[in-house]
């Protein structure tokens, strides 16, 4: 079985891409629930039609959120070790009859 080491390689840096673009879309998004929620407005505390609504919205953008950053965490380990198996994988050098050791 062969293994093709540059492939590994530009998997992983592909893959990296990816991952790196996920993570921007996660704090985005993060960022966005971050602004909502320290933005909320208290003055309207008693009404709770105003208050459930937007409590309703920041759980969905926080369930939003959490989408991209476990993608992004995904792909951050899968060319982590797409990587690991790019350096492990080196071709060894044949030389003479490998059953034997000689050459």
């Not at 960022?31 to 008693?46: N, Q, S």
């Not at 993608?71 to 080196?90: C, D, E, H, P």
């Amino acid at each position: 079985m062969t293994v093709d080491i540059d492939k590994f390689r530009r998997d992983a840096h592909q893959i990296e891409k990816w991952s790196i673009g996920w993570m921007l879309l996660s704090l985005a998004m993060w960022g966005w629930f971050g602004y909502r929620w320290l933005m909320d407005d208290d003055r309207e505390y008693g009404r709770f039609g105003s208050y459930a609504e937007d409590s309703h919205a920041l759980v969905g953008i926080l369930a939003l959120a959490v989408i991209p950053t476990i993608v992004g965490a995904m792909t951050i380990v899968y060319s982590q070790v797409l990587f690991r198996l790019a350096r492990q994988n080196k071709p060894e050098v044949e030389s003479g009859d490998s059953r034997t050791g000689t050459s």
